[in-house]
């Protein structure tokens, strides 16, 4: 099943079939990354770079600041929710702001 799955003003906004879905507001938490050299990150989201969907996972690559050790760059693959599909494909988010995140590895 196709789905659009966009970024949207600047990458602030990630959009899935024409909804807002997700924005860059948020600390991330990433374990299992290669974003910097700590064991967990705490990486502030500047602008989502690249959306992708892997149905039904929506995932991005994002651009951010560690705050704990300051390193700046862009994210591998990172999983943002998934579609439902029992549920009129319903975004569901990934409880972001409490959960720790691992990225997919970039094969
Ligand atoms: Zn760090």
Known sequence: MA???????????????DR??????????????????CSVADVLVEG????GVD?????????GQCIACGAEGVSGWVPVGRIDPEDDDRFRPVANADAIISPRPTA
């Open 3 to 17: 789905q659009a799955v966009h970024q949207l003003d600047d990458g602030a906004w990630v959009s899935v079939n």
């Open 20 to 37: 807002r879905v997700v924005n860059v507001s948020d600390l991330w938490r990433l374990s299992d990354h290669e974003f910097c050299s």
């Open 48 to 51: 989502f770079v690249e959306v």
């Open 55 to 63: 149905y039904p996972t929506v995932d991005v690559r994002f651009a």
